[in-house]
């Protein structure tokens, strides 16, 4: 079965930001090669690259088998050198943490919508809702202004990222689930396995998307061979 590309489209965005993309090749491969394979590989979607990062937990200390290590972090190696299992535990625990600090701080405020309800208030309406206009009714919302002088704090225990304040409001278990989900996947899935290649993106900042994007990354890093390689890159 193919796997069906899917189209990031954020044309709001008001300037590029790095993402990290996992890429998934077929293996064995040497790794010396990964880095190469995966650059070679993100190409044929359109996607420059800006070099590895460290995103995998690793499971050894034998550098020689991973594509580096660095404070027990690689940028990739076979399956069964990276300890995800340790990623997503980790990445839901601080997720507890942040989310109780966000229900503290967003206390006695109201809902807040979603950039995205904006977004499509502009794209109905172009001419008599500009971007701009768009952009400051987002920000200006009690509960993204309750976040952000929260986050302009210089000593603050987490970050309260405003793009995810409909995963916040989504509740507590959601957001931890969420978390547990973004914690391997990264911001896309590339596959390179010949016919069945393709590329994992979420299709737009939509809770709803990002859910079906993740479910979808995670059940397919769930059937790869423990022996198949993956690498994260800046993209």
């Given at each position: 079965m193919s796997v069906k590309p899917t189209t990031v489209k954020?044309?709001?965005r008001r300037r590029?930001?790095?993402?990290?993309?996992v890429v998934c090749l077929p293996g064995p491969a040497k790794p010396a090669l990964l880095p190469d394979l995966a650059r070679d590989a993100l190409a044929d979607?359109?996607?420059a690259t800006n070099g590895v990062v460290p995103h995998f937990a690793a499971r050894t200390w034998r550098v020689g088998q991973l594509v580096d290590r660095w404070q027990g972090l690689t940028s990739g190696g076979p399956l069964r050198l990276l300890d995800l299992d340790r990623m997503r535990c980790r990445t839901r625990?601080?997720?507890?943490v942040q989310w109780q600090w966000w229900r503290?701080?967003?206390a006695d405020t109201r809902p807040a919508h979603p950039f995205w309800v904006f977004v499509d208030r502009y794209r109905a309406d172009p001419g008599r809702y500009p971007l701009d206009r768009a952009w400051a009714d987002y920000q200006t919302q009690p509960r993204l202004l309750a976040m952000s002088a929260f986050n302009a704090l210089p000593h603050k225990p987490c970050e309260l990222p405003t793009a995810s304040v409909e995963a916040f409001q989504a509740g507590?278990?959601?957001?931890?689930?969420?978390?547990w989900l973004a914690a391997v996947p990264g911001d896309g899935v590339a596959i390179v396995?010949?016919?069945h290649s393709g590329l994992l993106t979420c299709a737009s900042e939509r809770l709803a998307d990002q859910l079906t994007y993740l479910r979808a990354a995670n059940e397919h890093l769930s059937r790869l061979d423990r022996?198949?390689?993956?690498?994260?890159?800046?993209?």
């Open positions: 954020r044309p709001y590029l930001t790095s993402r990290t993309m979607h359109d996607i625990a601080a997720a507890a503290h701080v967003v507590h278990s959601t957001y931890l689930n969420l978390a396995d010949g016919p022996q198949a390689p993956v690498v994260a890159v800046a993209a």
